[in-house]
């Protein structure tokens, strides 16, 4: 995967993807599939806004049940089941538990009646590639059994638990890079840092974008037949740009914050907790009387999700206070007294922009636009070769790319494939059994490697772990960067050759998962910058200011932590 500009200049694309997020690299990986001729650009680092900030769970849409939703509960255990057959070694089985108390709409045989329904609607919910990894039937715990795995419920009113099957996402960064390395390999032209700055607009048409490499500082020009703007919270802004649609608005937006918690995982479990807040969802049909968190056992983490507020500013201001979070923490106590959270606890607070719902608000939050919308420009602004397209949810990324790509296909003439993103594996996920192919040892000088690292390997590149391993073979490039982390040296030279790492954040936070073993700190900054910064010949002055950024309250990507609100 290749950054070439000059061959992206010189082409007229069939499609021209503005943003590099899931929606955009979904899209983008489709069309090229199709054997369209496809350009992404994205302003800044793949999937370093709302992608990157997820609970990792691909899940069956279980929780529709409260809209009495069946189509898109079937959408989503549709696409659950092809992430696992996609990217086998990104995708793990996850059951979640929510306690049961009393006899109304949280007791007991409720959720016996909405555990049925739901292996009733998920019937096919078996991935038919990899059969050690089926997804159980829901079941009820018993009281016993549930404070079992929960010590620290409470007890009065407890009645057991009712758990069922989803599915977590190991590494969402990986998954990203995945379908961007299988979008380049069918021909797909991809460049981050590539800024949109206006169209290329023929009286009532756009054909093509101008664009500014923000990395040379130069300007050009993108042509391409039908332009699809899938820049996430930025969809608006690009709309707006010279030549584009002045005034046009799409959704208003919604900050999602999770929290990324310093724990072991206490059980294999997902908990849910009640807030004792009220929250109302004006779209459900059966009122839960409260906003659920999710306690989520995450590799050696635990994440805890998720609250929406409106959020009504520009993106590039987003941020969060420790008020905010303070908030967000003593809810969740609220909750589950037992945990105690404290703010020493938080190793990192993701937060991103998600559409939010035109309905009442209720109290703090807002709900969430309960469905993706793709918007045809020429049906409402009399502009021709324009779509715009707006995702809520990670798990149907790939479901909206089809819906979007089956309309590129009717707007733009030529003799394109069908559709093959639901059994074409994505780069790394070529593994016909995954659970035989992780068993293989893998060996550097006929020294077999850890098992942490064989299995960080794995989980990371999948079939493409010796392509990645081939740059550890070299002298130093097998040592581990964190003595805690199984993250090789080798693997910051690849991410610059062939994932398009261009700064520390790059190579850090969205090709390694180094920051979720340590918080950042000089010395092994400093040693990743010596790595990165041979490759791309940084001088020490920007060695120092990468390693600044890295530093600053911003560093990974999460949005920084400020000491006030904005007012």
Known sequence: MQRNLHHMADTEHDVLVIGGGIYGASIARDAALRGMRVALVERGDFGHATSFNSLKVIHGGFRYLQHLDIRRMRISIRERRIMMTIAPHLIEPLLFCLPTHGHGIRGRMVMRIALGLNDLIGFDRHPPNQPKTRLPGGHLLSKRECLQLFPGLDRSGLTGGAVWPDCQLMNSERLLMGVLHQAAEYGAQIANYVEVTGFLRHDHRIDGVQVFDRLAQEKFDVRARLVVNAAGPWVDHVLHRPNGIPGASTVRWSKAMNVVIQRKPTSRYALGVWSPYDFRDDQAVIQKGGRLFFLVPWRHLTLIGTTHTDFPHAPDSLTVCEEEVQHFLDEVNAGYPALALEADDVLHVNVGLLPRAEGQQTGRDVPLLKEYRLIDHRREHGVDGLLTVVGVKFTE?????????????????????????????????????????????????????????????????????????AYCRKPNMAERILENAPVLTGELVYAVRHEMAVTLQDAIARRTDLPLYARPSDTWLNRCADVIGEELGWNPEHRRDQVAQCLSGCSWGWSSVSSSSRG
């Open 397 to 469: 990324a790939r479901h909206v790319a089809e819906r979007v790509v089956d309309e590129i296909s009717r707007r733009v003439t030529g003799r394109w494939d069908a559709c093959r993103t639901a059994s074409i594996p994505i780069w790394g996920g070529e593994i016909e059994e995954w659970e035989r192919w992780r068993g293989t040892p893998i060996r550097i000088d006929d020294i077999t490697l850890p098992h942490d690292v064989q299995e960080h390997l794995y989980r990371s590149y999948g079939a493409h772990s010796d392509t990645v391993l």
